[in-house]
């Protein structure tokens, strides 16, 4: 059965502190991971990754994906409190469309 | 890219009833999903919508619970049938126009609370 395992499940920063978080997987027929951020109700896309190594950057938000030991992560740098959400990691394969997500990882921002 | 209207965003249900979500996309795309997420948990996947055919229910998902239309390549809708309180949750529809290479797209959610 597919896994896909976040960490961690919540955390409290500072604005101005950098955070890093975690996404493994265990998928048959891997193809893509994705990270999608959760406000309110619709998760908003952020990043796809389908190559190791390979950082993919967006203002102060960054990710890299390896496949070799099958995990991911997602940099936050320079928190500030609009950043406070919930954190979505979900994983494609080649059998299908659907993505199967983690459960998230909540973050907050305080001022 | 796609926009996913989709209705209501919200209701308060009473126990026993059932409710139907309207999902409409502005392009057509050939799979539509329904996912779930009950309070404080992640997505998971209800059914593919597949225009022409029966949907395909993920484990511990069935049609007579969550029966599925997909009468074209654009609409979609899922019936949330003789409802628990354990049932509320928000119900989201998505599509992935890109296939395997793309995003999956959102639409904005139906809350539903069962009393």
């Known amino acids: 059965e597919d896994k896909v395992v976040q960490s961690p499940l919540s955390l409290v920063v500072h604005e101005g502190d950098t955070v890093t978080l975690n996404c493994s997987y265990e998928?048959?027929?891997?193809?893509?991971l994705l990270w999608y951020k959760q406000e309110k109700k619709a998760p908003t896309f952020l990043f796809m990754l389908?190559?190791?190594?390979i950082e993919k950057k967006s203002g102060r938000l960054s990710s890299i994906l390896d496949k070799k030991e099958l995990f991911s992560i997602l940099n936050i740098t320079a928190t500030q409190t609009g950043d406070s959400a919930v954190y979505l990691c979900?994983?494609?394969?080649?059998?299908?469309?659907?993505?199967?997500f983690g459960k998230g990882t909540s973050l907050l921002v305080t001022p | 890219s796609a926009v996913i209207s989709q209705k209501p965003s919200r209701d308060i249900c009473q126990r026993g009833t059932s409710l139907t979500i309207q999902c409409q996309v502005d392009s057509q795309v050939t799979m539509m999903f329904w996912y779930r997420q009950q309070p404080g948990q992640s997505l998971t996947l209800i059914a593919t919508a597949n225009q022409g055919s029966e949907a395909t229910y993920e484990s511990g998902f069935v049609i007579d619970k969550f029966p599925i239309s997909r009468p074209n390549l654009t609409f979609s809708t899922l019936t949330v049938s003789n409802m628990s309180p354990e049932d509320s949750s928000i119900y989201l529809c998505?599509?992935?126009?890109?296939?395997?290479?793309?995003?999956?797209?959102f639409g904005e959610g139906s809350r539903l609370t069962v009393l």
């Open positions: 998928v048959t027929n891997f193809r893509s």
């Open positions: 389908t190559s190791s190594g």
């Open positions: 998505s599509v992935r126009p890109g296939g395997n290479t793309g995003e999956l797209f």
């Open positions: 979900a994983v494609g394969s080649n059998s299908g469309y659907a993505l199967n």
